[in-house]
Structure formats: structure tokens, C-alpha cells
T-cell receptor
Framework: KQEVTQIPAALSVPEGENLVLNCSFT??????LQWFRQDPGKGLTSLLL?????REQTSGRLNASLDKSSGRSTLYIAASQPGDSATYLC???FGGGSQGNLIFGKGTKLSVKP | DAGVTQSPTHLIKTRGQQVTLRCSPK?????VSWYQQALGQGPQFIFQ???????QRGNFPDRFSGHQFPNYSSELNVNALLLGDSALYLC???????????????FGPGTRLTVL
């Protein structure tokens, strides 16, 4: 069964800290992986997309890495700010017949304290 | 450039009723996917439409059905509503097989459905 797991489920850090969110997936035959941000009661905002042939992607203070062989991705947030507080979701396009849809983790709820 | 839009924003129904949710994809996108997100969970894939046909389907009963129109917009219909259908329903759009190969999905703001 293709599954995505995110650890930790919740994280609270003081403003200014660098932090890492973890995502693991059960099948290394992936098409791509997306990281999303979700504010309470809102839709999903795409942060980064990593193709299966790529090792990492960067956007501003965000850096996402992908290691297919170990079934892991990390989202690194530099110099965290209170505005970064949200739930971060990892989603995987697995290969084969499920290529058209994303399998999501349950998310990591991040709280950045001023 | 308008992103993915969904209507209505919120909806309250009673058990047994039927509901229709609507989605307009991002400009240039021709593929629409629907997801259900229960409270505290990640979104779960319901189905995907491309060229006005259901192309893939997740593990959802036949009470969930959909449609895609020639302008690529889409509807999600749910019949015989159950309390467990209460959730945030998200629509995502992307390029189909004719577009870029990376299949990045862009999500709308969602419709919050409450079943009483």
C-alpha cells in the first residue's frame, strides 16, 4: 500500500530558528513530490515541487530535498517567522496507475512563537 | 491570472440530502481532481476528470459522482449525505497529458460541507 507519513505531527519553535519537517513514503517509484502549506480552514498553497529526477528545490527561505532510495523528503525552513505558522503537508505522486493523484501525509502543524 | 476557484464557500445540509459543489480550474489547465479532507487529516483523492471523462477514482462509494464541462470546469455531486461526509472538499487543477510532464497540482480554497 502506498502511504505517506509525516513526523512530527506538531512542532513549536521560537522565532528565528531553523527547522526541518520530515516526510517518508513507502514506494521509491515516485513521479514527483509536492510540499504544501495550509492555513486553518483554508485551501492548499503549493510551496515546492520536486521531480523524481531532482534532489532538491529551493524557494526563498524554503529548501526541500528528496531521497528516493530511502523514501524520504525534508522541508527546511530557515529563520522561521510567526507568519510561517501553518500546517505543512507532504504529497506524493506515485508511479504506475496512481500517477494522476496525490497521496498526502497528515501534515505537521507548525507554530512559530514571537 | 485567476487561480482555482470553488463555490460555494460553505454549505450546510441534512442527512439524506444531495449536494453539488463547483470548481473552475486555473487558466490553461484541463484536468480537475477532487479531494476530501476530514478534520485533522490529509486530503484523500476522490476522482479526476480529463476530457470530460472520469480517468481515475479513489476509494469512494458511488454516491460520489462528478462531471467535467467543455470549458474544463467541474462539479462534484454527493447523494444521500451521511454525517461522515462532513469535510472540506478541495478541487485541484493541472495540465493533462498534453501539457508539461510534471503534473503539478494547484488547489482551490475549498468548500466546507457540514452535514447535520
Amino acid at each position: 500500500k502506498q502511504e505517506v507519513t509525516q513526523i512530527p505531527a506538531a512542532l513549536s519553535v521560537p522565532e528565528g530558528e531553523n527547522l526541518v519537517l520530515n516526510c517518508s513514503f513507502t514506494d521509491s517509484a515516485i513521479y514527483n513530490l509536492q510540499w504544501f502549506r495550509q492555513d486553518p480552514g483554508k485551501g492548499l498553497t503549493s510551496l515546492l515541487l520536486i521531480q523524481s529526477s531532482q534532489r532538491e528545490q529551493t524557494s526563498g527561505r524554503l529548501n526541500a530535498s528528496l531521497d528516493k532510495s530511502s523514501g524520504r523528503s525534508t522541508l527546511y525552513i530557515a529563520a522561521s517567522q510567526p507568519g510561517d505558522s501553518a500546517t505543512y503537508l507532504c504529497a506524493v505522486h506515485f508511479g504506475g496507475g496512481s500517477q494522476g493523484n496525490l497521496i498526502f501525509g497528515k501534515g505537521t502543524k507548525l507554530s512559530v512563537k514571537p | 491570472d485567476a487561480g482555482v476557484t470553488q463555490s460555494p464557500t460553505h454549505l450546510i445540509k441534512t442527512r439524506g440530502q444531495q449536494v453539488t459543489l463547483r470548481c473552475s480550474p486555473k487558466s490553461g489547465h484541463d484536468t480537475v481532481s477532487w479531494y476530501q479532507q476530514a478534520l485533522g487529516q490529509g486530503p484523500q483523492f476522490i476522482f479526476q476528470y480529463y476530457e470530460e471523462e472520469e480517468r481515475q477514482r479513489g476509494n469512494f462509494p458511488d454516491r460520489f459522482s462528478g462531471h467535467q464541462f467543455p470549458n474544463y470546469s467541474s462539479e462534484l455531486n454527493v447523494n444521500a449525505l451521511l454525517l461522515g461526509d462532513s469535510a472540506l472538499y478541495l478541487c485541484a487543477s493541472s495540465w493533462g497529458p498534453s501539457g508539461p510532464p510534471y503534473n503539478e497540482q494547484f488547489f482551490g480554497p475549498g468548500t466546507r460541507l457540514t452535514v447535520l
